[in-house]
């Protein structure tokens, strides 16, 4: 049986840069904000209301 050995793996500005793309810092952890609506999940339910 072998076992995973840990990552040596070290944050960098760059790969923080990266992960920030396409998000609001100042939004609650980082939500994706592209201002577009989501499509209603029913269609018709504007029309029922």
Avoid at 3 to 26: C, N, S, Y
């Amino acid at each position: 049986m072998t076992t995973a050995q840990p990552l040596d793996v070290q944050p960098t500005p760059l790969a923080l840069l990266l992960l920030g793309r396409e998000a609001d810092p100042r939004s609650e952890r980082g939500v994706e904000c592209p201002g577009d609506l989501p499509s209603p999940s029913d269609p018709d339910l504007v029309e029922r209301a």
